[in-house]
């Protein structure tokens, strides 16, 4: 859950860059106002963007205080729905029953996206065998059953030479491990237990680029920062209308919803009520230019163009969802969500 | 006057009872915890069991191949600086002039000054690439370069202890020998080595203790995947990495999950403090015969 963030202040530092970290936690209030509050609740997995957003945007207004929860996207929509939270964090779009539950309390939402979740299937740079898999094949190889048995590549594909496969992928605590064991195996969290699993992905990238016979998955964004020494798999997922055949994931192809179903876009979902506050207006608009802060915690920006759609999304304060029957769509893009009904 | 010797004594006797207050802490969270952990896991399943994947959907909570793993590490790293370690001693203790001794001591007791993070990424970004220049199938994180880097690590520990044990045998011993017509070496291998067996022990036991408690080496070096298996090279974790790795990760507070963490270092503790108790048993003894 918290991995993207605290790799940045865990026991890694020392491999990586002082970034974030620091400074954040509460804000210094001034002396006479009492600080106004904005109080977030929801997914992990967007809970580094917002509170990276949250960090840079208490620096710019030190009398505002923003709180982020962690409830996990059910949760943060529980709460949300009872009008306790003013933003609710989500890595799915809102579910029918919660669609009625703001019903009935009579909460109504703006619905904006703020980023993609990536996740790429990397290989050692000296691995020349692996140039795409299928879904199938990952779900071979993570399923719960592969535990002690699928354990050498050319049992994941019969043209893969005979030897010892090393898997390595995101903790069981993570985000990004839950979405992608729902992905591939198609359960969230049901994945072998025979696999080094770490919440640092600087471990997983060292691990990686130091075998070379090992497999991983990690959050697109990271790869991208440690490009020279990770191999990108292109995956296949089986269906044409997606973009036919293997497709490499990069910030382009997760953009455009061809890299599937590895990709998926984050929401924020804003209350009505708590829109009319400035402060609210500023700090969800501080959203929409923090480009640069998305891909620093490990996340897909949106392109310009839907940033701009979104902020305009806002302006006009267009509640309800664009997901009406609910659950996420596949293949659907956000310029299609974000430009339906215009 | 009186006040203040009495206030100084009370304050002493404080500063005491602060580490054997915490002690008894640590001890009594060990073992609260673990007993609620083993009221929902049996303990057959936790010694016995071969699988360690607490953290997962179908969770398994066989602690051996935590114990293997760092059985696999600590028996590298005794390897390492059992020999090297008693050899110096020999050295530094028979055959080293009172000068050179002095000088070589303290640099080599500088190893164990040396922060393990800095031996721990020594291991990863350092020694297990030269390792993968002579086995190429070497995995990234593997048993054998942090076992190695420990043993460095832990040697002064031996030298040092079984350096003194050996200055503690009386130089009669040694005349003794001499006059018999003994080489310097047979005086220092069949005499003073035997002799001071128990200290020697007693420094190998401790150092044993050590590497079995060791954390940011391994937690960094040696991988993170719970594996049963005496193979050096592939990814293995230790029960003090997994420990690291819990505490590291979110896994909420008064879960099952989250009292592996005690279990584990509660078999570590015990592990630890039996050692050590033994290596202090040893000290005792060999105190007693040249007193």
């Given amino acids: 859950m918290l991995n993207r963030y605290l790799r940045m202040c865990g026991l890694a530092l020392t491999i990586v860059p002082f970034t974030a970290c620091g400074g954040g936690g ?10 106004a509050l904005i109080q977030l609740d929801g997914s992990s997995t967007v809970f580094p963007i917002s509170e990276a957003v949250a960090e840079e945007f208490q620096k710019a207004n030190p009398n505002v205080r923003v709180t982020v929860g962690i409830s996990g996207t059910g949760g943060g929509f529980q709460k949300f729905c009872r009008a306790e939270t003013d933003i609710s964090d989500a890595s799915r779009p809102i579910r029918p029953a919660e669609i009625e539950a703001c019903q009935k309390a009579g909460i109504e939402y703006i619905e904006l996206p703020v980023a993609y979740d990536g996740l790429a299937i990397v290989v050692n740079p000296k691995n020349t065998w692996a140039d795409h898999i299928t879904v199938a094949e990952l779900k071979t190889l993570w399923t ?33 491990y839950d979405y992608f064991t729902e992905a591939t195996v198609g359960k969230e969290g049901a994945s072998r237990g025979d696999f080094t699993s770490s919440e640092d992905d600087n471990v997983l990238v060292q691990g990686v680029s130091s075998d070379e016979l090992a497999l991983g998955f990690l959050p697109l964004a990271y790869v991208e920062q440690n490009r020279s020494k990770l191999k990108l798999v292109p995956v296949d997922d089986g269906k044409a209308d997606n973009g036919e055949g293997p497709v490499t994931s990069t910030a382009e192809t997760v953009r455009n919803g061809t890299y599937q179903p590895l990709s998926r876009p984050l929401f924020i979902y804003v209350a009505r009520k708590a829109a009319e506050r400035p402060e609210v207006q500023r700090f969800v608009e501080s959203y929409f230019s923090s480009a640069a802060l998305m891909r620093e915690v490990g996340y897909v920006e949106l392109t310009p163009q839907l940033y701009d759609l979104a902020a305009q999304h806002f302006a006009e304060r267009r509640v309800g969802t664009a997901f009406g029957a609910g659950g996420s769509q596949v293949g659907m893009t956000l310029e299609k969500l974000l430009t339906r009904e215009q | ?130 390792l993968q220049a002579v086995a190429p199938t070497l995995a990234g994180f593997n048993a054998l370069s942090p076992g190695l880097v420990m043993g460095i690590m832990i040697l002064p520990l031996v030298s040092s202890l079984s350096e003194d044990a050996m200055r503690g045998v009386p130089r009669g011993l040694r005349e003794g020998s001499y006059a018999l017509g003994a080489t310097k070496m047979q005086t220092s291998l069949r005499v003073v080595v035997p002799a001071a067996f128990s200290g020697i022990t007693a420094a190998f036991i401790l150092a044993v203790s050590r590497a079995i408690g060791e954390t940011m080496i391994v937690a960094i070096a040696a991988g993170q995947q719970p594996r049963l298996t ?51 048993w040893l000290r005792e003894r060999y105190r007693e015969e040249y007193a």
């Fill in chain 1, 144 to 176: 719960p059953e592969a535990q002690g048995k699928i354990l050498r590549w050319n049992q994941v594909r019969a043209s893969w030479p005979n030897r010892d496969i090393r898997l390595f992928g995101a903790g069981v605590d993570s985000g990004t």
């Fill in chain 1, 26 to 35: 509460s804000a210094p209030s001034e002396a006479d106002a009492t600080p």
């Fill in chain 2, 1 to 130: 006057m009186k006040r203040v010797e009495f206030l100084i004594e009370w304050g002493l006797f404080g500063c005491a009872l602060l580490s054997i207050g915490t002690t008894i802490g640590i001890i009594l969270v060990l073992t609260i915890e673990t007993v609620s952990f083993l009221r929902q896991v049996p303990i057959a399943d936790f010694l016995f069991g071969t699988e360690w994947t607490p953290l997962f959907a179908t969770p398994r909570f066989g602690v051996l191949p935590l114990v293997a793993g760092t059985m696999l590490v600590s028996a590298i790293a005794m390897l390492v600086a059992l020999p090297m370690g008693l050899l110096s001693a020999v050295y530094l203790s028979e055959y080293a002039d009172e000068r050179l001794r002095r000088a070589v001591k303290p640099v080599l007791e500088i190893l164990a000054g040396v922060p393990t993070v800095v031996y721990g990424y020594f291991a990863l970004l350092f020694v297990t690439p030269l």
């Fill in chain 2, 230 to 280: 005496a193979d050096p090279r592939v990814p293995v974790e230790t029960m003090t990495a997994y420990i690291v790795q819990v505490s590291l990760g979110d896994t909420p507070q008064g879960t099952l999950e989250y009292r592996t963490i005690f279990a584990v270092g509660m078999l570590l503790f015990i592990g630890t403090f039996g050692l050590n108790l033994v290596s202090t």
